[in-house]
């Protein structure tokens, strides 16, 4: 089964790093990647650029709207994702608490729904 491990930050975390520490952690995690990566079980991952980059689009009683920013209520914002297949629930989670983002943030474990099996549903 696949799951997507969500990676949030808080820049407060972050900033609060020794020296040198940041890199450290990513190039631990850039490796730790390449390692899952190699094993099948790393299907995709990518870093996100800085949460006041982003642009959020909202469409209420037909009128659209694109504001600056995210528009979450918390002081950890996305920060990336890793695409996984893991064999278990367990699995996933054995592999996020791997991840040293854990520390400066949180990482999300969501399980990824066929959408073939949704395209199969609604007829699509």
């Given at each position: 089964?696949?799951?997507?491990?969500?990676v949030y930050t808080d820049d407060a975390l972050l900033d609060g790093l020794g020296?040198?520490?940041?890199?450290?952690?990513m190039r631990g995690c850039l490796e730790h990647a390449d390692a899952l990566r190699?094993?099948?079980?790393?299907?995709?991952?990518?870093?996100?650029?800085?949460?006041s980059t982003a642009k959020t689009v909202r469409t209420r009683g037909g009128r659209?709207?694109?504001?600056?920013?995210?528009?979450?209520?918390?002081?950890?914002?996305?920060?990336?994702?890793?695409?996984?297949?893991?064999?278990?629930?367990?699995?996933?989670?054995?592999?996020?608490?791997?991840?040293?983002?854990?520390?400066?943030?949180?990482?999300?474990?969501?399980?990824?729904?066929?959408?073939?099996?949704?395209?199969?549903?609604?007829?699509?």
């Open positions: 089964m696949q799951y997507l491990l969500l020296e040198g520490e940041f890199d450290t952690m190699a094993q099948g079980t790393l299907l995709g991952s990518e870093q996100l650029e800085h949460a659209t709207q694109v504001f600056d920013g995210p528009f979450a209520e918390t002081k950890e914002m996305l920060a990336g994702f890793n695409l996984i297949e893991a064999d278990s629930e367990e699995d996933a989670l054995r592999i996020a608490r791997e991840l040293p983002w854990a520390r400066t943030g949180s990482i999300e474990v969501r399980p990824v729904r066929d959408i073939a099996q949704v395209r199969a549903r609604v007829g699509a």
